[in-house]
C-alpha cells in the first residue's frame, strides 16, 4: 500500500479516535440524566406473544384483558417514551370482545380449527408509521404528509390480521425511514427505555422502543441498512431480517425501486426469540417453505465463525470494550455448551462495508433522488437552502435527511471505483455464502457502540455500515440480545446465516436466550 494511503488512513482513525471520545463527553455531559419509567402493572406483559395466544385459547385470559393491558401500558411510557405516534385502541378494544364473545360460542374442537386457522387470534401487535394501517398516520416522518392516514393494509399487516392479530397501534421513525435515530419534525424524537438520554435508533426504532418497554409484545420492522437490527439492539430485543425476497414489502415508505427492493426487508421484533418463527411464518406467506422453519437444528452441528469488527475501516468507530467482551462470552458459552469451535472468519472485504452499501444503493437508476423524496416525487428540494433554513429553525426536514440530500448530488455511478465495490460485493456474498453453507453462522457485532446518546449518530455517522452490509448481501440476520453493559444500556451480537437458512440464526438466538436471559425489562413490576 502506498505509504502516503497508510499515512491519510492512519490519521482518518486518529481523528475519528479523538471525535469518538469528545463526543462522549459533551453529549454525555448534556444528556446523562435519565427519566425511569413506570413499573409494569400486568405480569401479562412479560409474556411471549405466542403464549399469550395459547392463554387465550385455553381460557385462561380473554383477549380484551390482554388488550387493554398493553394499551394501558403505552399510556403509561408514552409521555416519557414518546414511541407510538398514532393508535386505534378503541377499535382493538371492540376487536377483542368479538374475539372473546365468538370463543364462547364455540365447542373445544371448533375453537382448536379457529387456532389452527388463526394462529394469533386475540393478540395485539404493532407496527411503524412507514408501514400502511388503515385508518392510522401513514407520513415515514414526513411533514408534509402529517396528515395523511393509510386507506389500505400493507400485505405484513394485512398477513397478520389473517393470522387473527390486532393492529393497535404504529410508531416513530425517522425520517423517510433513512437514519439511524428515530426523529423527525412531525412526532419528535423517541428516546430509549433503559435511558431516555439515548438514542432508540431508527429507522424502526418506535417499534423497538415500544416493545421493550412492554407497550406491545411485537411488532413489524423494516430493514435496508440495519432499520430492524440496530433498534433491537439499542432497546434490548430480538429483530430479524429474513433473507432477502421472502416477505413482500409492498405498502411501505418510501417505495423500494429495483434492486431497493432487494435490498430492503420486513421482519419480526419481539421480546422472546419463541415468537421469531411463528410470526416470520406468517409474513412470509407462500414462501415460508422455501426457509424449511420446522426443520429442527441441531445446535452440535453448526459451524460458528467470528468476526471481532470490520478490519478497522477509519470512518466507523473502534468496536467498544463492552461488546469486544460480551461476544467473547457468548462464543465461549457457545464452546461449552455444545462442543463447538468457533473459528475466526477470513472476509477482508467487510472493512468496505459501506463503500459497498452506499455504491450498491446509488447504482439503481429507477430509483427516485432522495431530494424528490422529501418533496413526495413533485419536484425536489433544494437541500442548501433547506439547509440555511434548518440552521435558523425554519426548515421542515431533519439534519440527517438533508445530508443525506446533499451527499447525494456527489456520487457518480460512472466510475471504475463505483465498478470495482458493486464487483467486490458480489464477491463478498459468494464467499459469505460459500463459508457459512447449510451449516455455518457468523458472529459479528451489531453496532460498533451500545446505543449512543441523543443527537450523537451525527458525529457517528458511518457506523450503521455493520448492519447494512447485510443488506447488500442478502443474509438472514437475527439481532440477539445479551444483557446490559456498563451504561446501563443493552449489549448484543449479530447472527448470521447462509441464504435462506433462517433457521440456523433464529436456533442461534434461541439458545443465547436460554444462556443469557434474553431482554431484560427496563423497568419492575408493581
Known amino acids: 500500500m502506498n505509504v502516503f494511503l497508510v499515512i491519510f488512513i492512519q490519521a482518518l482513525k486518529l481523528i475519528r479516535l479523538v471525535i469518538d471520545k469528545l463526543s462522549d463527553v459533551v453529549y454525555g455531559w448534556w444528556l446523562d440524566e435519565s427519566e425511569s419509567l413506570p413499573p409494569l402493572k400486568s405480569p401479562l406483559l412479560l409474556d411471549p406473544a405466542t403464549d399469550l395466544v395459547a392463554k387465550i385459547a385455553a381460557g385462561k385470559l380473554s383477549s380484551e384483558q390482554v388488550v387493554t393491558a398493553f394499551i394501558q401500558r403505552i399510556k403509561d411510557v408514552n409521555g416519557i417514551l414518546n414511541c407510538v405516534v398514532d393508535e386505534r385502541f378503541g377499535e382493538a378494544i371492540a376487536e377483542a370482545k368479538q374475539i372473546d364473545q365468538l370463543l364462547k360460542t364455540l365447542s373445544g374442537e371448533k375453537k ?78 423517541t428516546s430509549n427505555p433503559y435511558h431516555t438520554g439515548r438514542t432508540v435508533g431508527g429507522s424502526s426504532g418506535g417499534e423497538g422502543c415500544v416493545i421493550s418497554s412492554a407497550g406491545s409484545p411485537w411488532g413489524i420492522g423494516s430493514d435496508v441498512g440495519g432499520s430492524i437490527r440496530m433498534p433491537s439492539f439499542f432497546n434490548g430485543i430480538f429483530g430479524h431480517k429474513p433473507s432477502t425476497g421472502i416477505v413482500d414489502n409492498g405498502g411501505q415508505l418510501p417505495l423500494a425501486h429495483g434492486d431497493h427492493n432487494k435490498f430492503l426487508v420486513t421482519g419480526p421484533m ?3 426469540a419463541k415468537d421469531i418463527i411463528p410470526m416470520l411464518r406468517v409474513l412470509a406467506e407462500k414462501k ?199 451504561s446501563g444500556v443493552p449489549l448484543g451480537v449479530q447472527v448470521v446465516a447462509g441464504l435462506n437458512m433462517d433457521r440456523l440464526s433464529i436456533a442461534v438466538a434461541g439458545e443465547a436466550e436460554r444462556i443469557f436471559g434474553g431482554w431484560v425489562p427496563p423497568s419492575g413490576i408493581n
Open 270 to 272: 419481539c421480546r422472546h
Open 288 to 486: 415460508e417453505s422455501i426457509l424449511r422453519l420446522d426443520e429442527r437444528v441441531e445446535m452440535k452441528k453448526v459451524k460458528f465463525y467470528f468476526m471481532t469488527s470490520d478490519g478497522g475501516f477509519p470512518l466507523t468507530s473502534p468496536i467498544h470494550k463492552d461488546l469486544k467482551i460480551i461476544q467473547e462470552k457468548f462464543l465461549s458459552s457457545f464452546e461449552n455448551s455444545f462442543g463447538v469451535k468457533p473459528k475466526r472468519a477470513d472476509l477482508p472485504q467487510m472493512y468496505h462495508s459501506l463503500m459497498i452499501w452506499s455504491n450498491a444503493m446509488a447504482s439503481e437508476k429507477k430509483a427516485p433522488p432522495f431530494c424528490a423524496e422529501l418533496a413526495e416525487l413533485k419536484g425536489q428540494i433544494n437541500p442548501w437552502l433547506q439547509f440555511v433554513k434548518w440552521c435558523f429553525g425554519f426548515s421542515s426536514h431533519t439534519l440527517p435527511a438533508l445530508g443525506l440530500g446533499m451527499l447525494e448530488k456527489f456520487v457518480r455511478t460512472d466510475t471504475e471505483m463505483h465498478m470495482d465495490f458493486i464487483k467486490m460485493g458480489e464477491r463478498l456474498r459468494e464467499e459469505l455464502n460459500l463459508l457459512l453453507g447449510n451449516d455455518g453462522v457468523l458472529i459479528y457485532p451489531s453496532h460498533s457502540t451500545p446505543a449512543p446518546y441523543h443527537g450523537q449518530p451525527i458525529v457517528k455517522t458511518f457506523n450503521f455500515a455493520y448492519t447494512a452490509i447485510f443488506n447488500i448481501l442478502g443474509n438472514p440476520v437475527t439481532q440477539v440480545p445479551l444483557g446490559l453493559g456498563s
Open 112 to 189: 382448536k380449527q379457529l387456532f389452527q386457522q388463526k394462529p394469533f387470534l386475540g393478540v395485539p401487535f404493532t407496527t411503524k408509521d412507514c408501514i400502511a394501517v388503515t385508518g392510522l398516520s401513514w407520513t415515514a416522518g414526513l411533514l408534509a404528509r402529517k396528515d395523511v392516514k393509510a386507506t389500505y393494509d400493507a400485505p405484513v399487516v394485512a398477513a397478520m390480521r389473517r393470522a387473527g392479530a390486532i393492529p393497535l397501534a404504529v410508531t416513530n421513525v425517522s425520517e423517510l425511514c433513512m437514519w439511524m435515530e428515530s426523529s423527525n419534525t412531525v412526532y419528535g424524537r
